[in-house]
C-alpha cells in the first residue's frame, strides 16, 4: 500500500509569499494519478491538479504542480487571502496527511 | 449541473448502525464508478470504498472492511453506505464522490456527519 507523506504539516506565511508544499510517495508514482486538492473550513476539497502537473478548470496560474516518481510538489506562486486553506494530495485511494497554509 | 445530495447520518452508540444515502443527478449515474470518504474532525480525508458502474466490483479500505457494505440503485441514481457495528473512531463526516477517472474526485456530496458516542 502507497503511503503519502505531506510536509510541511503547517506553514505559516504571509499574503504574497510563495508556498511551496511537498507530498512524497513510499513508492514510485505514475504522475498521470498524482492528484491536489484544496479544502477551506466547512467547505468540500477542491481539485487544485490532476496529472501532477496540470490544472483544473478555473483554477489561477498561481497554483502549479510539478514532480515524478516519489516526489511531487504543489506551488503557490503569490498568496492570495482566499489560499489560506488545507492542501491534500492523493494517489488512486491514499490520500495524504495534508499541509496546512495558515496566515503568518 | 451535477449533484450528489446526500441523506442519513446522525448520533449512534457503539455497536449500532447507520445507513447513509447518495442521490446523483445531472449526470449519466451508471456511468460513473461511485467512492465514499470520510474526514474525522479535524483530521484528513480518508477513502472508504468504491463501486463499479453495476455494482459487480467493489473495495473497502482496510479499517471498515467486513463492517461496511457499498451498494447503488442505478435505477434510483443513489449509492449507499450501510455502516455496521460502529465505532467511536468512525466518527466522521462522510462524502459520496463522483470517480471521474482513476480516484480523481471533482464532484462532491455536501457530507454528513455520524457521530458515535454512547
Known amino acids: 500500500e502507497i503511503v503519502l507523506t505531506q510536509s510541511p504539516g503547517t506553514l505559516s506565511l504571509s499574503p504574497g509569499e510563495r508556498a511551496t508544499l511537498s507530498c512524497r510517495a513510499s513508492q514510485s508514482l505514475s504522475g498521470t494519478h498524482l492528484f491536489w486538492y484544496q479544502q477551506k473550513p466547512g467547505q468540500t476539497p477542491r481539485v487544485l491538479i490532476y496529472g501532477a502537473s496540470t490544472r483544473a478548470t478555473g483554477i489561477p496560474d498561481r497554483f502549479s504542480g510539478s514532480g515524478s516518481g516519489t516526489d511531487f510538489t504543489l506551488t503557490i506562486s503569490r498568496l492570495e487571502p482566499e489560499d489560506f486553506a488545507v492542501y491534500y494530495c492523493?494517489?488512486?485511494?491514499?490520500f495524504g496527511g495534508g499541509t496546512k497554509v495558515e496566515i503568518k | 449541473e451535477v449533484q450528489l445530495v446526500q441523506s442519513g447520518g446522525g448520533l449512534v452508540q457503539p455497536g449500532g448502525s447507520l445507513r447513509l444515502s447518495c442521490a446523483a443527478s445531472?449526470?449519466?449515474?451508471?456511468?460513473?464508478?461511485m467512492t465514499w470518504v470520510r474526514q474525522a474532525p479535524g483530521k484528513g480525508l480518508e477513502w472508504l470504498a468504491n463501486?463499479?458502474?453495476?455494482?459487480?466490483?467493489?473495495n473497502y479500505v482496510g479499517s471498515v472492511k467486513g463492517r461496511f457494505t457499498i451498494s447503488r440503485d442505478n435505477a434510483k441514481n443513489s449509492v449507499y453506505l450501510q455502516m455496521n457495528s460502529l465505532r467511536v473512531e468512525d466518527t466522521a463526516v462522510y462524502y459520496c464522490?463522483?470517480?471521474?477517472?482513476?480516484?480523481?474526485?471533482?464532484?462532491w456530496g455536501q457530507g454528513t456527519l455520524a457521530t458515535v458516542s454512547s
Open positions: 463501486i463499479n458502474r453495476d455494482g459487480s466490483v467493489i
Open positions: 492523493q494517489q488512486s485511494t491514499t
Open positions: 445531472g449526470f449519466t449515474f451508471n456511468d460513473y464508478w
Open positions: 464522490t463522483r470517480d471521474d477517472g482513476s480516484s480523481l474526485f471533482f464532484h
